[in-house]
């Protein structure tokens, strides 16, 4: 008689709340959708600024506040006009400029030798490049010719000329990273104090919730405003002050969470095998409250994210000629009449960002939900 083995098959297998987790999540077309568009705004903000045609920093004077457009500057009925005013600082007798798809050339004279040194007028120019002089024998008449820059500005200008869609970009790369990094502060710290707290419980509980309270008044602008004194405007200060004034509702979930799995068989099974209190914060107390803390930090990145911009905004945050989305959005703000573009496409970027992180701190919040396995 042969024995009959029982091969175990995919629904047999158990999964762990993290994979349950990870397979409802991807059956959530938004919070799929915004993952897509966060790792997309994410390498534009991490490699945009190194492969974009033009520096976030870079002031095209003879193009400020151009709207923008897929075409490229300057325009074909600016040419002329443009190569004009250049010629006239030459004091130089000349004929009519012609335009030969995008060169422009035109005949020089005069009673003295001509000076090879006026092309630096056209050098220095952001409508044209590589000027070329071709000198007669007695060089006293030359054959000016200049290649039209064409320069494409697909978010328009701002009020001095800098490119808008390369401040948009290394906008984004500020704005994120003060948002990661604010958050992941007040994760540590947050984390951290919660479940210290909670698990000691008693009076050192007492105090430890009581010091919360007290940092839960002080003001948020007022904290701010004392460390932008002492130690000036600058990206290290203002994710320390989002992320130590951020920790405080952190700590509360965290401490919530410990003190009703501190009750349980596991972590009572624990102590009396002589665990340290150390090891079972460090491996049964805050790896089970990761579900809560997980979906806490997808909610707190965008709350980050809007404080940096309402501290730019407010002229306490990030530094000219850097930039991030509330700086951005400020300075449109100031110009929207005249050129409302400069605030569209900040606020739509900005607001594509914040939808995206809400919409997968939901997923997250369902698929960790465990009512719902």
Known sequence: ????????IASDVGRSLWQDAWIRLRRNRAAVASMIVLAVLSLVGIFGPMLWPHAYDRIYPQFVRVPASLKAYPRADTVLPGFERELARTRLDHGEAALDGDTVSVTLSSDRPIDPRILRYFERSDLFSNPRLALSEDERSATLSVTVERLHFYFGTDAIGRDLAARVIIGVRISLAIGVLASIMALVLGVTYGAISGYLGGRVDDVM???????????????????????????????????????LDMARIVRGQTLSLKRQEFVQAAEAMGATKAGILRRHIIPNTLGPVVVFVTLLVPKAILLESLLSFLGLGVQDPLTSLGLLISEGAANMRGAVWLLLWPAVTLTTILFALNFLGDGLRDSLDPKDR
């Open 209 to 247: 919730m009581r010091i919360v309270d007290v940092l839960y008044s002080l003001p948020f602008i007022f904290f701010v405003i004392l460390l932008v004194v002492f130690f000036g405007r600058s990206l290290v200060i203002i994710f320390i002050a989002i992320g130590a004034t951020e920790w």
């Open 1 to 8: 008689m042969t024995a009959v083995t029982h091969t175990p």
